[in-house]
C-alpha cells in the first residue's frame, strides 16, 4: 500500500511540475496511436479467432479446404406462376453465365442434363457399374421378353396421358423404362426435390421456384472476399439476367416478374456484416449521446465534460498504437474493446475530480487539494483499475484466441487509462488553476437522496441481500446457451434468412443447415465400400422417422472392384443375348399403335441401350482414383497426408429444424452409423457453432470464477485487509449473481458474448465498492453517511453513464449485442443498488457493532 | 432420363377435372354465354359439392400413336382431395389419390406409387376442385380469351384460348360444346404440337357419401401404402387385388349419348369441327 502511495505521489508530482510537458507527451503518443489505428490489420476471417483444439471445428475446416464450402451461395430464381417452357433456356444460360464469374468453383443447376447423351450414357455405366443384388436382378428382368413387353405396355399407357412434348419424347427415349429404373434408384440422392421438375432442375414441385447453387473458391468467413463477391453479385446479376432473357427464345413474357435472391452461409454472413457496419456507427453515436447527456446533465458544463474525457480519448490512442505494435491482425470483435476501455475510464476520472471538488470545496488550494486527491481516492482508483486489469486479464484464460485477444487489449487499454488518468488530472488541474474562471468539473446534481436510502432499514437491507442472491442463483442455474444458432451468430432479421426459409417450405428440405458426414480410409477402394454401407444406413434411416430427406455421396460415380466385375458379368450376359431380344422387342413393338416415327425413335433408343450395356463391358474396371466423373469425384473424396476422405452431404427435411430436432436428428444419424467399420465423423457450420456455444456456460463459470479469485486475491495482497475484501465482493457478485438470474428468469438463451458479461460485471462492481469499503476502513472517524455523501455522486454518475452505453448496445440487431448490453444493463443497476443501499447498510451495521464494542468495553 | 408419371398424370386430370367442373356449373348460363358467370356458377358449385362423379368418353389424337385412342372414363372425387380416375377401353389405368399419395395401376397388372408434396403445385394439379378454385381465385380462368361463340346443330359452341394459363400452355385452343339446357356435353382440346383431345361427357353427378362409387373410392384408398412407406417413392409392383369384375366401374357406366357425336370417323378424321359450322 505504501508503495502504492509512493508511486501515486511520484505521478502527481512529475505531472503537476511538468504539466504542460505531461499534457504534450500524451497527446503526440496518443496522435501517433490514432496514426497507426489505420494500419492495424483486423482481419477478414470471422473464425480467425476460433480455436481449432475442438475436432468438429477442426474437421469442418479441412473439409472446406478440401471440397469446398458446398453450396454456401444459392440463387433462388422465383417465377411468378409455373415458369413453363422459358424455363430451361433460361436457366441454363444464367447457370453458365455464372460458371464464368471469378470466385466460383462449381455452379449446380439440375440433377442432371436429360438431353447430355454423354452425361446419360455416363451415368448409366456408373449405375451399371455400382448396382448392388437386388438391382442387378431387376435390370436383367428388364431385359427378357416380358420385361420388354411390360415396359413398352405402361409406356404406351404414358403416352395416352402426357401432352407434353418434351415428356413424350423421354418416354419414348426410354421404351424399356431403363432411365426410369436409374432415376428411381437416384431418388435417395435428391429426395422430394426429384419430382420438381421434368428437366432435372433444381426446382419447387410447383415450377414456380429454381436454384442455382454456387460453390465459392473461398471461405464463407473470409469477410472481404465474401462482401466483394456477393456484392458483384448483386451488381451483376439484373444485367447478366437482362441479357440472357434478351438472348434466349421462346415466350419470356414468364420472365416478367422474375424474382430473384441470393441466400447461403456466404450470403448470410455477408449481410450479417453489412448489418454489423451499418450498426457500429449508430451504436457509438446512441452511446456517445446517452453518456454526454448523463455528463452534461451532472455536470452542466461542456468544457468540464470535455475535460473529463481527455484522459479517455488519450488512452484510446495509445491503445491502439500498442494494438499495432502487439498483433499482425486483429479480429473484429476486438475492436470492440474502445469503447469498455472508454466506459471503465469514465470511472477513474469522474472519481478523482469527484475527491478534487470536494477537497478544493473544503477551502484548500489545487496542489493541496490534488495532494489529498492521491492520498484518499488514488489508492483506491488504482486498486479498481487493477482489479479491472485483472478481471480482463483473466479473458486470456480463454479457450477462444478471439477472447484472449480481446482480454489483452482490454486490459491493456485499462492500464494506459490509469496512466493516463493519474498523469493527466493533476496536469489538467495545474494547468486550469491559471484560468482565471474555475473550469474544474464540477457535480451540479444533488444525490442526497441516493445516498441516505440505506439508513432507512439497514438491517432489512443486509436480511434481503442473501435472499434475492439465492433467488438469483436458483434462476441463474437455469441459464443455458442459445439453441437458434443462426441468431446468436448472425443478425435478426437477414433478408438471406428469410428466404432460406422460404425454399425450405417450397422444398420441403432444410436447406439452411446441411450436415456432412466424413470417415478417412487408407484406400478409395475400402473407402468406396464403406461409402456403400453408409448409404445403405442413411436409405434405412430416410424410411424410418429419422427426418433426413437427401444424401448425396460418390456411390453414384464409383462402385467397389467386387460389385463391378458382378455388374460387368451381368451386363455381359444381357450384351450376349441381344440378338434374340432384338426380334422380340421389334415384334412387340409392332404390335402396339405407335406411329412410324414413335416406332423410330424407339428402336433408336434400343440401338443405344445396346451402344451404353456394351461399353460397360469395354471400358476398364475403373479404379476409384481415375476414369471418367473426376472432377465430380473431388466434391466427394480427396486424399488428406496418406489417407483418402470420403464426404457425404446430409439435407434434414424441412421439418427438422428446430434445434433439439436437429441435434437429435445428428444423434440419431451417428447411432445408427456405429455399425459402420469406420468412425464416421459429424461436421457443418451448425456443429460448429454448437461446439463454440456449447463450452460457452463451462467457460463462463472458469473465467468468472478465475477472475473473481484473481482480482481479490490481488485486492487482498496489496490491501491486506480480509474484512474489506470480503466486503467488496458483496456488490460484484451479488450484481453477478442478479444479472444471471434475471437472464434465466427471462429464459434467455446466453451467446457467446456472455464470455464478456463476467469480467465486466468483476471489474465495473468492485471498482465502485473498493472506493467505499477503502475509504471506509481509512478514513478514521468518519461516519459510513458522511464517507456516502462524497461517493454517491461519483458512484452513480459513473455508474448510470457505464450502465447508458452497454444499453446502446441494446439497439443492435445482432442478439450477442443486445444480450451483451442488456445483461451489463441489469449488472450495473444491481450493482449501483447493492454499493450504494446494500453495502454501506453492512457497514453501518458493522460500525454499530464496532462502536457498540468499544462502549462496551469503555 | 426417364420422365416422371407424377407429371404425366398433371395433365390428364387437368383436363378432364377442368371439364368435369364446367360440366357442372355452367347450367343456368348459356342463354347468356357470359363467362364470368359461368365462372361464378362453377365457383358457386365447387363449394358446394362435396363430392361427384363424372363420366365422359375420350379421344385422344397424337403424332406418337398411329391411330386415334379412345377411351370410356371416370372421375370420382371427394374432398378435400381424394380421387379415382379410371379409364378403360384402348388404354385401361386407374389413378387414386389421396392428396398425398398418387397410385397408378396400369392395365389391371401393375402399380407405381408416388407421393406427392402435401402443399405442392402437384397436390393442387391433381385436386380439380382446388385446382379450379385456384384457376378462378387468381382470374386464371377470367384470363381465358373467348375467341368465339357458335351454334352447330343444337349445341352452342364456345372456343376459348387459355393463352395466359401457364399449366395450359401447350393448348392451341378449347372448345366447349353446351346442349341448350346449359349443360357443358363435349371438350375439345387443340394441342400446339398437333394432337387433339376430345372428351364426351356422359354424366355428371353429386353423389352420397354411401354411393358404391365414393365406398371403392375409400376402399382403394385405404389400400395406398403408408406414404412413410420405402415403396412408396417411385416404386412399381405388381397389383394382387386389381382383378376384380367391378374394379373399374361399381356403377353403370352411362354410355356416351351420341357419344360418336364430334369423335373420329374410321378414316381417322373428325367428322364435324366445333366451333365451326358444316
Known sequence: MKLLLWMLHGIRRVASAFPIATLTVFILLAAIGFYLMQFIDISTDLLAGVDDKEAVIRLTRENIDLFGEQDSVILVLEFPGPAGEIRKPFIEALGESLKKFSGVRRVVYRFLDPEDEQQIAQLFTHFLRGMNQRERQAIQGIFTPQGMADALRRNRNRLFLVQNPYLERRILEDPLELGQFVASSFTRRVGNISIGDIYLFIGSPDSSVFLIQVTPDFHSADVAKSRAFVDRLHESLPRVIEQVSASIEGDTSKLKGLKWYLTGKTVFQHETDVVF???????????????????????????????????????????????????????????????????????????????????????????????????????????????????????????????????????????????????????????????????????????????????????????????????????????????????????????????????????????????????????????????????????????????????????????????????????????????????????????????????????????????????????????????????????????????????????????????????????????????????????????????????????????????????????????????????????????????????????????????????????????????????????????????????????????????????????????????????????LAANLLLTIVTLPAFMLLLESRRKARVALGT | MACKPLQIVRTSLLIVATLAMAACAARGVIESMDRDKLIEGMEKRAYLVDRFRADFTQTRRKPAFARDLVVQGRLVFEKPSSFRLTIIGDVNLEIVSDGKTVQVVHDLRDQEIHQMQGSSGLSRLADPLVLLLDHVGNGGMRGYSIVQKEIEGESLVLEIKPENSATLELVQSAYLSFSQQGDLTKVTIMYKDGGMDETVFTSWAAVASDDPDIVLLRRRLEGLPDTADPAARGGRRECASCLKQDYFFPSPIHEANGAQQGAVNNSGQRRSQPGKNN
Not at chain 1, 473529463?308 to 488512452?315: D, E, K, R
Not at chain 1, 416415327?597 to 441401350?609: G, I, L, R, W
Not at chain 1, 457443418?684 to 486475491?713: D, P, Y
Not at chain 1, 465486466?760 to 478514521?780: E, N, P, Q, Y
Request: proline share 5%; with cysteine; charged share 15%.
Open chain 1, 277 to 827: 457496419d451499418h450498426e457500429t456507427l449508430a451504436i457509438i453515436v446512441v452511446a456517445f449521446l446517452l453518456v454526454s447527456g448523463v455528463l452534461i446533465f451532472v455536470y452542466r458544463s461542456l468544457t468540464a465534460v470535455g475535460i473529463l474525457v481527455i484522459p479517455m480519448v488519450i488512452a484510446d490512442g495509445l491503445t491502439y498504437g500498442l494494438v499495432y505494435i502487439s498483433y499482425s491482425h486483429i479480429n473484429p470483435v476486438v475492436m470492440g474493446s474502445s469503447a469498455i476501455v472508454f466506459g471503465l475510464g469514465t470511472d477513474y476520472v469522474v472519481h478523482l475530480w469527484g475527491k478534487f471538488r470536494e477537497e478544493l470545496n473544503r477551502g484548500l488550494s489545487v496542489a493541496e487539494a490534488m495532494t489529498n486527491v492521491f492520498q484518499q481516492a488514488g489508492p483506491a482508483v488504482a486498486m479498481g483499475a487493477l482489479t479491472n486489469v485483472i478481471a480482463f486479464a483473466c479473458l486470456c484464460f480463454s479457450d477462444q484466441p478471439a477472447m484472449r485477444q480481446f482480454g489483452y487489449v482490454c486490459s491493456l487499454g485499462l492500464a494506459l487509462t490509469l496512466l493516463a488518468s493519474l498523469c493527466l488530472v493533476p496536469a489538467l488541474a495545474t494547468l486550469l488553476a491559471r484560468a482565471k474562471r474555475d473550469y474544474f468539473p464540477t457535480s451540479n446534481v444533488r444525490f442526497a437522496y441516493f445516498s441516505r436510502l440505506f439508513l432507512k432499514n439497514p438491517r432489512l437491507v443486509v436480511a434481503m441481500c442473501p435472499v434475492i442472491v439465492a433467488i438469483s442463483v436458483v434462476f441463474g442455474l437455469h441459464l443455458s446457451y442459445e439453441k437458434d444458432l443462426y441468431k446468436v451468430f448472425l443478425a435478426t432479421q437477414v433478408p438471406s434468412m428469410e428466404v432460406v426459409q422460404k425454399i425450405s417450405q417450397k422444398f420441403q428440405s432444410n436447406f439452411a443447415q446441411p450436415t456432412f458426414l466424413s470417415f478417412d480410409v487408407d484406400d478409395p477402394e475400402t473407402g468406396v465400400l464403406v461409402q456403400r454401407q453408409i448409404d445403405s444406413v442413411l436409405e434405412k434411416l430416410m424410411e424410418s422417422e429419422a427426418g433426413i430427406s437427401t444424401f448425396d455421396s460418390i456411390s453414384y460415380l464409383t462402385a467397389p472392384r467386387p460389385v463391378q466385375e458382378a455388374n460387368v458379368k451381368a451386363v455381359s450376359s444381357i450384351v450376349e443375348n441381344w440378338s434374340h431380344l432384338q426380334p422380340v422387342f421389334s415384334a412387340r413393338l409392332a404390335m402396339l399403335d405407335f406411329s412410324q416415327q414413335a416406332n423410330q425413335v424407339m428402336m433408336d433408343s434400343f440401338d443405344k441401350t445396346l451402344r451404353i450395356l456394351k461399353g460397360v463391358n469395354v471400358l476398364p474396371l475403373a479404379d476409384s482414383t481415375d476414369g471418367p466423373g473426376h472432377v465430380e469425384r473431388t466434391w466427394y473424396q480427396a486424399k488428406v497426408g496418406n489417407k483418402y476422405r470420403f464426404l457425404t452431404k446430409v439435407r434434414y427435411a424441412h421439418s427438422v429444424n428446430n434445434p433439439d430436432r436437429l441435434m437429435e436428428a445428428d444423434r440419431k444419424m451417428l447411432k445408427a452409423l456405429e455399425e459402420v467399420p469406420v468412425p464416421v465423423r459429424l461436421s457443418g457450420t451448425r456443429q460448429v457453432m454448437e461446439a463454440i456455444l456449447g463450452s460457452l456456460v463451462g467457460e463462463l463459470f472458469r473465467l468468472g470464477l478465475i477472475g473473481a479469485l484473481a482480482v481479490l486475491g490481488s485486492f487482498l495482497l496489496i490491501y491486506r485487509n480480509p474484512l474489506a475484501t470480503a466486503l467488496s465482493i458483496i456488490p460484484m457478485a451479488g450484481s453477478f449473481c442478479i444479472t444471471l438470474g434475471a437472464l434465466g428468469a427471462l429464459g434467455v438463451g446466453i451467446p457467446f458474448s456472455i464470455i464478456a458479461v463476467a469480467p465486466l460485471i468483476f471489474g465495473l462492481c468492485i471498482d465502485s465498492a473498493m472506493h467505499v469499503v477503502m475509504r471506509t476502513f481509512d478514513a478514521k472517524g468518519v461516519s459510513v453517511e458522511q464517507i456516502m455523501k462524497s461517493l454517491t455522486p461519483p458512484i452513480v454518475t459513473s455508474t448510470v453513464t457505464n450502465a447508458l452505453g452497454f444499453l446502446a448496445l441494446t439497439i443492435s440487431q445482432q442478439y450477442s449485442m443486445q444480450f451483451l448490453g442488456w445483461a451489463l444493463f441489469i449488472g
